[in-house]
């Protein structure tokens, strides 16, 4: 009798220690849930089908045309602005450029708004150096050019919160929470990683951390995130503790939930193209709001210009 008194005692101390993990306790990385992650694919507008005709070596003063396409490869979002911008060609004649407009020493055409599947065929005509220009020896133009765009990033993820009652309910029962959160991961090649990193669900009154970090998928180049352009929106019963280490700043209400923006530029570092992790701490709504179970949700959105920069290396033959 007494081992099995002892077997029950150590049973309920085991659950007690799971419960505690599971509402934010110091077994997270043990007992903590990773839920479902659904992210899209980063493509969006892409270049494609670039080509040179004639095929290289050109000859010296000849013609030749640099050809390439724009596309918008998504079946659902409308890109709302998409430019190219020709801006080196070395020793090449630009004379015979038509259908783009000089901006000081570059040409631009605007391609304005592209929808779901929508692609854009672009050429630039050139003329090749004479072969005085060249010394009478084999050279090379180097094309240069970028295609660039707006487009917002965006992401959600779902916290549960248990009542302090609730929970004291399910522990006298021998019984632990459960929840699985759910985050979306919006298209594009600059992503916003956003998750509790507290476990859940998360116990009314208790403190929440919610972590960010931005990440440039794609290759593409974007370097920093500007100033009060990364936005998020959290549930107005929830309080921010410190303003998630001194890096948002309040961005006003809309409703049923406060907004708040980054204070200051956050670069995009290392190979890997990231923002250094931002955590957010939010103190939970109180029993009052919360007498059971109550699933919320948390978005973040950043809009932002990105470039492909691309170049074409055409030989010339004197």
Known sequence: MA??????????????????????????????????????????????????????PVLASDEFTVSFEVKNVDDINTVPS?????????????????????????????????????????????VAPSAAQLGNLPGRCPVKYKVNYYFTASTSTSVEVISATRLRALQTAGQAPTYTPTTDIGRGPIKIYMAAVSAMPARTDSTLYISIQVQNKGAGTYLAVPEKKLILKAPDSWTLQDNCGDEFIDAGTEPGYKLYKNKRTIDLVGADKKTFEIRCGFKMPSESDVPETKEYYVFSSLEYRYDLIRELSVDIKP
């Open 82 to 126: 998409v430019n190219a911008e020709l801006y080196d060609w070395g020793l090449c004649d630009e004379s015979k450029i038509t259908g783009w407009t000089k901006l000081g020493s570059k040409y631009i055409q605007n391609l304005g708004k592209m929808g779901p599947g929508q692609s854009k065929p672009l050429d630039v005509v050139l």
């Open 3 to 56: 081992r099995k008194q002892i077997f029950g005692l150590l049973f309920a101390v085991l659950i007690t220690i799971f419960v505690a993990g599971c509402v934010g306790g110091p077994f997270q990385s043990l007992f903590g849930q990773a839920g479902e992650v659904r992210e899209a694919p980063e493509d969006i507008i892409v270049v494609q089908n670039e080509n040179i005709v004639p095929t290289p």
